[in-house]
């Protein structure tokens, strides 16, 4: 359930901004790493790849598995992508401000923000 409320919250989020053609929008770049999450295949590719957006997913992990005192939805999140083969792996790529950014947007997914 909680896999289904973070994919289709991010297709809802990222639908606003295709749909004002705001694609260069600090807040849509930094929401492209969730492709990775909500596609598997994509994952898988990216993953092969060794891709900068697999990097910054797998730095985005590790920072959300170190802050789930602050993020308590976290714990049941990452266990579900841990189901999935999708696994945090610090690869320290991804500048602290911006896994701020996405670690607080994720949440948001998680609290049900952009729901429908």
């Known amino acids: 359930m909680m896999y289904r409320i973070f994919c289709e919250s991010y297709y809802n989020y990222i639908k606003n901004f295709e749909d004002k053609g705001a694609k260069d929008e ?8 969730f492709e990775l999450i909500v ?8 993953k092969s790849k060794n891709s900068e957006t697999y990097q ?4 985005l992990l590790c920072y959300m598995k170190e802050n789930i005192h ?38 948001m997914f998680l609290n049900l923000m952009y729901w429908e």
């Open 70 to 107: 602050r993020y308590p939805k976290f714990k049941a999140f990452l266990w579900t992508l841990e189901s999935r083969q999708i696994e945090p792996v610090y690869c320290g790529k991804t500048p602290q401000n911006v896994l701020e950014d996405q670690a607080k947007l994720a949440n």
């Open 56 to 59: 910054n997913l797998c730095d």
């Open 39 to 46: 596609d598997p295949q994509k994952f898988y590719k990216e």
């Open 26 to 33: 600090y807040r849509y770049k930094i929401a492209k790493v």
